[in-house]
Structures are given as structure tokens and as C-alpha cells.
């Protein structure tokens, strides 16, 4: 079946627009996250939602970011005014419980110029 | 706070050769699962092998391996017969088996491994 879809693959945007990132979990998922990759480095941990809830918004880096999920499926992280240190690869991943294993996207590549 | 640290940015290996990853972590949690990614250069992260934290017995993955050291909060990963295929950055894992964010990996920085011809 089909993976983790995530859009656009990448994105270019002039510093203070904002962006929609979407991700389009594994059909019956009910776990989903996200993840921000910056150049070399490791991911770092965004928001977690099981079902359309977000029982973990700690990794939200400012109130420029938000994040939504509808219908227990499709998730759009949203980040408003947009900076050019939010220039990253934004990683979406979801799990069948939140005990499964995590199966990821490809990401999107967010440029702020 | 669980910390995973990756101390070795990059490596390399000669091709058919053997490499090991190291990985070290913190936490107070004794129930807990440790995981290591592979990321090529497609981006998408895919699972290497997977360890649960209850268990002694080390788990292997046809030519991936790993060395879990629960006392010493080491988690290695061996790569044998390296193939041109695995040149990726890895990336070690850990995932905490309580509270609301259960399901949430906390990453390393990753090593990025080169394989030679």
C-alpha cells in the first residue's frame, strides 16, 4: 500500500509569507508526527497527534507554528511568517498505535529566502 | 530529559568490510525501545532494527546487528559484509514506553557513513 505522502516535496518562500506543509499518513494510522531536520543535524521533535488530538505541542519552536489534523488523517503544519532560520526539511511520520513503529515521508525542503 | 548522543559524525568502510555505529543515551525510564534509521539521500527515513529495552537478547537483521548494553547505556550498530547500498547517514533512536508522548522518538545527530569501492 502506499506510504507516507508528504507536499509540496519542496517549498520556497520569501521571509515573512506564510506556508502549509501537508502530510498524508498510512490509511488507519491513527499516530502521526512531526519532525524538523535543519542541515546536519538530527530531527527534532515538532508535535505529536493521536487520532485528531495533540496531547504533545512541546516542540512547537514559537506560536508562528501551528499544526492540525482532520478526520484522524491528512495533518497540515502550518508556520506564519515565515523566518530564515525555519529553512528545513520538515518530516512527517505516522504509526499504526503510538506503539508501533514510526513509518516517515520524504519530507519537504522549506527554503526562506 | 532522555538524551541519545551519536559521538562520531562520519565514518567510513571499505566495501564487503565490517563497521560499527555507536550510540549512547540517557534516561531514568527502564522500559524502553532503541532504534537505529537509515537516511539516504532520498531523505526518507527507513528502519534499520529495532531493540526493546526488556530484552537481553541482542537483535540482528540479516547483516545489521547490534551491541545493547542496558547498564552502560550503549547501543552500537555493526554493519557486516558492508555493501555500496548502505552509505547513508544513521541515525540511533530512543523511545520512551510512558506518558503522553509514548510514541515519540528523540533522535541523535546521526553518523554519515561512506562506503568504499
Known amino acids: 500500500g502506499a506510504g507516507v505522502s508528504q507536499s509540496p516535496s519542496n517549498k520556497v518562500t520569501e521571509k515573512g509569507k506564510d506556508v502549509e506543509l501537508r502530510c498524508d499518513p498510512i490509511?488507519?494510522?491513527?499516530?502521526l508526527y512531526w519532525y524538523r531536520q535543519s542541515l546536519g543535524q538530527g530531527l527534532e521533535f515538532l508535535i505529536y497527534?493521536?487520532?485528531?488530538?495533540?496531547?504533545?505541542k512541546s516542540g512547537l519552536p514559537s506560536d508562528r507554528f501551528s499544526a492540525e489534523r482532520t478526520g484522524g488523517s491528512v495533518s497540515t503544519l502550518t508556520i506564519q511568517r515565515t523566518q530564515q532560520e525555519d529553512s528545513a526539511v520538515y518530516l512527517c511520520?505516522?504509526?499504526?498505535?503510538?506503539?508501533?513503529?514510526?513509518?516517515f515521508g520524504n519530507g519537504t525542503r522549506l527554503t526562506v529566502t | 530529559a532522555q538524551t541519545v548522543t551519536q559521538s562520531q559524525p562520519e565514518m567510513s568502510v571499505q566495501e564487503a568490510e565490517t563497521v560499527t555505529l555507536s550510540c549512547t543515551y540517557d534516561?531514568?525510564?527502564?522500559?524502553?525501545?532503541l532504534f537505529w534509521y537509515k537516511q539516504p539521500p532520498s531523505r526518507q527515513m527507513i528502519l534499520v532494527i529495532r531493540?526493546?529495552?526488556?530484552?537481553?537478547q541482542n537483535a540482528t537483521e540479516n547483516r545489521f546487528s547490534v551491541n545493547f548494553q542496558k547498564a552502560a547505556k550503549s547501543f552500537s550498530l555493526k554493519i557486516s559484509d558492508s555493501q555500496l547500498g548502505d552509505a547513508a547517514m544513521y541515525f540511533c533512536?530512543?523511545?520512551?514506553?510512558?506518558?503522553?508522548?509514548?510514541?515519540?522518538?528523540?533522535f541523535g545527530k546521526g553518523t554519515k557513513l561512506s562506503v568504499k569501492p
Open positions: 511520520a505516522s504509526s499504526l498505535e503510538n506503539s508501533s513503529p514510526l513509518h
Open positions: 533512536a530512543y523511545r520512551s514506553d510512558y506518558g503522553g508522548s509514548q510514541g515519540n522518538l528523540i
Open positions: 497527534f493521536q487520532g485528531n488530538s495533540a496531547p504533545d
Open positions: 531493540q526493546e529495552a526488556y530484552k537481553q
Open positions: 490509511s488507519g494510522h491513527t499516530a
Open positions: 534516561t531514568s525510564e527502564s522500559d524502553y525501545y
